[in-house]
């Protein structure tokens, strides 16, 4: 009974890691055209999208055709990305109710901050949480401090 028990979690374990994994493509929004690029504090002003397949591979690299679009970029990205294939987006901030619109189109939000191949594979990985309305706030009010600090508010 213990080795059945011992043999059901291993089983489930492996199961959920196969789960947690990325399916589609994976889009990081970016101010270079580079994967060494720093992630986007605003993904859905970003001046780029670079686009990875679901291992974390770069398949291509587009400008953000709604980079000047504010007040409603976050609205219009979600279709776009999803007609590309992509399900999940990674930016350092999503402003307003962009978490729930980017959801409502089948594109999952996630905050990383750091170099964009690195969010890329690990969002792939599935070791990186999602976005949350509440993430955002956060996001926000440390970008607000940040900017603070510099000097900027």
Same mark, same amino acid.
């Given at each position: ?104 189109? #089948?594109?999952? $939000? ?5 170099? /964009? =191949?690195? @969010?890329?594979? *690990?969002? &792939? %990985? #599935?070791?990186? $949480? ?5 993430? /955002? =706030?956060? @996001?926000?009010? *440390?970008? &607000? %401090? ?8």
């Amino acid at each position: 009974m213990k080795v059945m028990s011992a043999v059901l979690v291993v089983l489930f374990l492996v199961i959920s890691l196969v789960f947690a994994q990325q399916r589609g493509k994976i889009c990081v929004a970016t101010k270079e055209k580079s994967s060494e690029a720093a992630v986007s504090d605003l993904a859905a002003l970003a001046p780029y999208f670079l686009i990875f397949d679901e291992k974390g591979n770069l398949v291509e690299m587009i400008d953000n055709p709604f980079k000047d679009e504010k007040g409603r970029a976050g609205r219009l990205i979600g279709g776009f990305l999803a007609e590309k294939g992509v399900t999940a987006i990674i930016g350092r901030d999503y402003c307003g109710d962009i978490v729930g619109i980017l959801k409502n189109d #089948g594109v999952t $939000p996630y905050n990383f901050q750091g170099g /964009a =191949a690195e @969010a890329a594979t *690990k969002v &792939a %990985q #599935g070791k990186v $949480p999602e976005a949350t309305k509440e993430s /955002a =706030a956060v @996001a926000n009010h *440390k970008a &607000a %401090q940040e900017k603070a600090e510099k000097g900027g508010m």
